[in-house]
């Protein structure tokens, strides 16, 4: 302060300073209060919004949001030989030309959703940011170049020399910019560890050793020790990712330490704070840009989210019997990891099938899978965690849904983390038997899970994103009232892209070009989808297409199974000759293939009828809007189960009908394909064993009354419980009835 003025930094990205009359200043109040204004404007509800976040934390956390811009020794001169020329703030003394803005697009500015944090790993005297280099465009040059206007007013301030010089002193530099001077010499470097005569792997393994792990570290266990609660969280991360940029969330920054602070200076431009920590960081909605660039320079990135808020921290913390210093700091998690390309987590379902897809894979920065995933998979709606979507990939979601089928899930909220999916799953009765007991993992999801944990609610390191996903899912099929008609079929299947290539079976080569060599199937994605007019032609119809001239399918899951094959078809030769047999063996006996095929058309539906037969069998808990729901056509509906039950129970029938039918000419054919298609498992085949189960329903219930009624009856001996049940009903009636007679001839009444 000096003479009626003071020191303002103004909250600009990247921040900048000036000095303001006292008048021109009042201390902060909620809007509406002491004279401060409370405009609707999207820009003051945002600053609002972080002026009361910065309100809320402690002092030395608060302190933490000040950048010190230390001055050279010329810039200190120009300051005292003009200190009467005061700063107003004028609209009219603006840059033309937004020399003082930073990188970050105010239209890109979005509110933050996360917490302020109340942890630092670096202390607060040691946060100060170094002055940016000459070079960098500035509001006095901006100033000086800007051409020649019209005179103003003669009520319009004029703003001096000394002015302009002490305001660019304060001005940002423009992005890109110049990389910093990073030759001074911080603490990390003089570590022994760090060395390349002392570095080691988290196993303690050294570079010439044949299991050296380059992507890890090895970080002594005193020095941890001696870090603070926060640095410490960092350097146990980067233990695990030695070979990953981290980007450590602190409230609402995202702030690089040490190494990757050199990296985030001389790649990215970002300004090193002064103190013997290499340290720097930027807001959280510049991501995605910094992400991307590093992404594309060959680094690997890694996105570290608080999973906690301070609150949460506290309660836990009381909740321990002696917490030490180390558990006094929020959790964090590593969210996303990306090399060249982008990691990705999906989840998917035909909710009128029932079958879960979960799969994390790498991507390139095209988004390439992603794109055919969507081309062999065309999403009705889709689910995704807001504001963690790149452009590209933004762009791609809003190209396959219309804006109402386009949901943006909060995180942790709503796109649930994995060990809150696998805690879910495993506190309900989803994957328990009938008496709720032990617990059963679907064998898919038991491969995602960390296998040193015991108690199986941790997510395996290669699957964190995907169950994440899946988490998501759950959310909103919960939200739907769906999770529980789906999710207790178990029927789960782990997605993998086709492009990834795949070991030959049983160690045979086969003679192949080199382009599918070690694939088995050939990747069409959208493009090529559209271009050659697979499913669907230029003018958007289905005539013409290829799928148009080869889908002679008698079946509606034929049908599915079909154009999947389109989407992927076979480059492996041995698969391909197995077909082509199967199909010579079906030319070769036109009898049979005539037989068949009207009782293939007959068939109904069988994978969703029974996705609606589980559903209907389900005994609803108390909570689930179905168990309370009161059904004027009662009747009707319950008709209509039966007819549903009834028409699966003939579909397989007419199935077992088709193994008869093919059961004269098996021995004769050529196709193994084929053969094991038509032979029950009994003797070899893929054909389950049905004749049991059939003979039971056939005899277990009138079907013709069922029909007429809506309703089961068991027949005698088929439901012990049923039968003890009738048995008492009907000793009631008998006794009721002799009540009846009884009093009837005392009172010498007739009923």
């Not at 007429?708 to 009636?733: H, L, N, W, Y």
Request: hydrophobic residues 30%; aromatic residues 8%; charged residues 30%.
């Amino acid at each position: 302060m000096r003479k009626g003025q003071i020191h303002v930094q103004f909250f600009d990205n990247p921040p900048t300073r000036g000095w303001v009359r006292e008048a021109f200043l009042k201390p902060y109040c909620p809007p509406g209060e002491n004279g401060i204004p409370t405009y609707k404007d999207p820009k003051w509800v945002r600053a609002v919004g972080e002026a009361d976040g910065a309100k809320e934390l402690p002092v030395e956390d608060r302190n933490l949001l000040i950048v010190e811009m230390v001055p050279s020794d010329e810039e200190d001169e120009a300051m005292e030989t003009d200190e009467d020329d005061d700063y107003k703030p004028e609209n009219d003394v603006e840059s033309e030309d937004g020399s003082a803005s930073s990188g970050v697009d105010e239209d890109d500015v979005s509110e933050p959703e996360t917490e302020s944090e109340i942890d630092s790993p670096v202390k607060a005297p040691s946060n100060k940011r170094k002055r940016p280099t000459p070079g960098g465009r500035s509001l006095n040059s901006s100033l000086a170049s800007s051409p020649s206007v019209s005179k103003a007013p003669s009520s319009t301030p004029k703003i001096s020399q000394g002015t302009k010089s002490k305001l660019s002193l304060f001005a940002a530099k423009e992005t890109p910019t110049k990389a910093e001077d990073t030759t001074e010499n911080y603490d990390y470097m003089n570590y022994p560890w760090l060395k390349p005569e002392g570095i080691r792997d988290r196993d303690r393994r050294r570079p010439d050793h044949p299991d050296y792990n380059p992507r890890t570290l090895y970080v002594p266990e005193d020095f941890l020790n001696q870090q603070t609660p926060g640095l410490r969280q960092w350097w146990e991360l980067k233990s695990r990712h030695y070979d990953t940029v981290l980007f450590f969330k602190m409230g609402k920054f995202y702030e690089l330490f040490h190494m990757d602070a050199m990296i985030g200076v001389q790649v990215l431009g970002l300004l090193m704070m002064k103190g013997e920590k290499a340290h720097s960081g930027f807001p959280e909605i510049a991501y995605g840009r910094y992400s991307a660039t590093l992404i594309e320079k060959g680094y690997k990135v890694a996105r570290i989210e608080q999973t906690e808020t301070p609150d949460m921290m506290e309660k836990r913390c009381k909740n321990m019997g002696r917490p030490t210093k180390f558990d006094r700091v929020v959790k964090r998690e590593i969210k996303t990891g990306a090399g060249e390309g982008r990691e990705f987590g999906v989840a998917f379902i035909d909710t009128s099938i029932g079958t879960f897809h979960i799969g994390q894979f790498s991507d390139d920065r095209h988004d390439s899978r992603l794109s055919t995933l969507m081309a062999h998979y065309p999403p009705a709606q889709i689910l995704y965690e807001r504001g963690r979507l790149s452009q590209k990939t933004q762009k791609l979601v809003t190209m396959s849904v219309p804006t109402n089928l386009r949901e943006a899930l909060v995180p942790e909220k709503e796109f649930w983390t994995a060990s809150k999916t696998l805690s879910f799953l495993a506190d309900g009765t989803y994957f328990k038997d009938e008496e709720g007991g032990s617990l059963q993992w679907p064998k898919e999801i038991q491969e995602m899970l960390d296998k040193s944990d015991t108690l199986g609610k941790s997510p395996s390191p290669e699957w964190e994103l995907g169950l994440s996903a899946l988490g998501a899912l759950v959310w909103y099929l919960m939200d739907c009232r769906l999770e529980e008609q789906l999710l207790t079929r178990k029927r789960f299947e782990i997605y993998s892209p086709l492009d990834e290539a795949v070991s030959t079976r049983q160690g045979k080569k086969e003679s192949v070009p080199a382009f599918i060599s070690g694939r088995h199937h050939m990747v069409l994605d959208g493009t090529t989808l559209r271009n050659l007019e697979v499913f669907e032609n230029n003018n958007g119809g289905f005539e013409g297409t290829l799928i148009d001239r080869l889908d002679r399918c008698s079946t509606p899951f034929g049908k599915r199974l079909l154009r999947s094959w389109l989407c992927a078809p076979l480059c492996s030769p041995s698969s391909i000759n197995s077909r082509l047999d199967a199909i010579e063996d079906l030319r070769n006996n036109p009898e049979v293939l005539e037989e068949v095929t009207p009782q293939l058309k007959g068939l109904p539906d069988l994978e969703r009828i029974l996705s609606k037969i589980h559903s209907q069998g389900l005994k609803r808990s108390k909570n689930h809007p179905d168990s309370r729901a009161i059904f004027f056509e009662d009747e009707k509906y319950n008709k209509r189960k039966v007819e549903d039950f009834l028409a699966a129970l003939n579909g397989f029938k007419a199935t077992m009908q088709i193994m008869k039918t093919f059961k004269g000419i098996t021995s004769s054919l050529q196709s193994d394909l084929l053969k094991k298609c038509v032979s029950s498992t009994k003797d070899g085949g893929k054909f389950p064993e049905l004749k049991e189960a059939l003979e039971f329903f056939e005899n277990a219930f009138d079907h013709h009354e069922a029909k007429r009624e809506g309703k089961i009856i068991p027949s005698k001996g088929v439901d012990k419980e049923f039968d003890e049940a009738a048995e008492q009903i009907q000793e009631t009636k008998d006794s009721l009835s002799e009540y009846l007679k009884e009093q009837c001839k005392y009172f010498g009444a007739k009923v």
